[in-house]
């Protein structure tokens, strides 16, 4: 079923094939378009304009309006225990399984799926906090606060003849499978495009042995913003004015 805010009629003119895990921790992804969807290389091109010009899916994709789109692990790296942050990620030190706190705003950019969309985060085992829920491919949502502290990002699908399918950012918490997979925009500069750290998440909602993993099923655009202490009651907050209250308590500790 396609619930998509775009429409692109031409063909990628491109050789990047079916996917192949070209870089070390990245998942394949499945390019091939065998199930008649848009791959998501072609929501790519629709999201953020221009065609692919160089690069993989697996690595870097280099858009002919200079956009580039850089893959960011899904195994591996967070030495230390650390985490990637919304608005101070490092990709060459952190995956996509952990994240930490941050500010941003939401874009729900395509749905391929039979499945309605939720999609949020979780900071604790058994409570899930939805930022957009049954989405069918568009819309935005924010500013929020995500947090506070670490969390996964996590995706939920129904559909009547379906159990509800819950995954996660954390393959651990997917008994080892990988249903995200994480790109960092930037713009043709070379800089965080929007002018803030620019995230494209994009998800596999169906258990793995019945799978495409072509991660077009819900592709989320995750854009933080840089918020002042003294702007933090003006946000519509991810948990309410208790989220809010937990974190000014967790710095006033830290101080």
Same mark, same amino acid.
């Given at each position: 079923?396609?619930?998509?805010?775009?429409?692109?009629?031409?063909?990628?003119?491109?050789?990047?094939?079916?996917?192949?895990?070209?870089?070390?921790?990245?998942?394949?992804?499945?390019?091939?378009?065998?199930?008649?969807?848009?791959?998501?290389?072609?929501?790519?091109?629709?999201?953020?304009?221009?065609?692919?010009?160089?690069?993989?899916?697996?690595?870097?994709?280099?858009?002919? #309006?200079?956009?580039?789109?850089?893959?960011?692990? +899904?195994?591996? =790296? #967070?030495?230390?225990?650390?985490?990637?942050? =919304?608005? +101070?990620?490092?990709?060459?030190?952190?995956?996509?399984? =952990?994240?930490? +706190?941050?500010? %941003?705003?939401?874009? %729900?950019?395509?749905?391929?799926?039979?499945?309605?969309?939720?999609?949020?985060?979780?900071?604790?085992?058994?409570?899930?906090?939805?930022?957009?829920?049954?989405?069918?491919?568009?819309?935005?949502?924010?500013?929020?606060?995500?947090?506070?502290?670490?969390?996964?990002?996590?995706?939920?699908?129904?559909?009547?003849?379906?159990?509800?399918?819950?995954?996660?950012? #954390?393959?651990?918490?997917?008994?080892?499978?990988?249903?995200?997979?994480?790109?960092?925009?930037?713009?043709?500069?070379? #800089?965080?495009?929007?002018?803030?750290?620019?995230?494209?998440?994009?998800?596999? +909602?169906?258990?793995?042995?019945? %799978?495409?993993?072509?991660?077009?099923?819900?592709?989320?655009?995750?854009?933080?913003?840089?918020?002042?202490?003294?702007?933090?009651?003006?946000?519509?907050?991810?948990?309410?004015?208790?989220?809010?209250?937990?974190?000014?308590?967790?710095? %006033?500790?830290?101080?």
């Amino acid at each position: 079923m396609k619930t998509w805010k775009f429409m692109l009629a031409a063909t990628l003119a491109t050789a990047l094939g079916a996917g192949s895990q070209v870089s070390a921790g990245t998942s394949t992804v499945n390019t091939s378009g065998a199930n008649g969807e848009p791959t998501l290389l072609t929501i790519i091109q629709n999201t953020y304009g221009g065609t692919i010009s160089t690069g993989t899916i697996d690595d870097t994709l280099t858009l002919s #309006n200079g956009i580039q789109l850089v893959r960011v692990q +899904d195994t591996g =790296l #967070n030495a230390g225990g650390t985490t990637l942050g =919304l608005g +101070d990620g490092d990709p060459t030190l952190n995956n996509d399984s =952990l994240w930490h +706190d941050g500010t %941003a705003n939401f874009t %729900a950019e395509a749905k391929y799926a039979s499945f309605k969309q939720s999609f949020g985060y979780r900071v604790t085992a058994g409570t899930e906090t939805a930022v957009f829920t049954d989405n069918n491919g568009s819309g935005t949502s924010g500013p929020f606060l995500v947090g506070p502290g670490g969390f996964t990002w996590w995706r939920a699908g129904t559909e009547a003849t379906t159990s509800l399918l819950e995954w996660y950012s #954390n393959p651990a918490a997917n008994t080892g499978d990988d249903h995200m997979i994480t790109f960092e925009v930037l713009d043709s500069g070379g #800089n965080a495009l929007h002018g803030n750290r620019t995230w494209l998440l994009a998800w596999e +909602d169906k258990p793995f042995a019945s %799978a495409d993993k072509d991660y077009n099923d819900f592709v989320v655009e995750v854009v933080a913003v840089p918020v002042p202490a003294a702007g933090l009651m003006g946000l519509v907050t991810l948990g309410g004015a208790a989220a809010v209250s937990a974190l000014r308590r967790r710095k %006033a500790t830290i101080a």
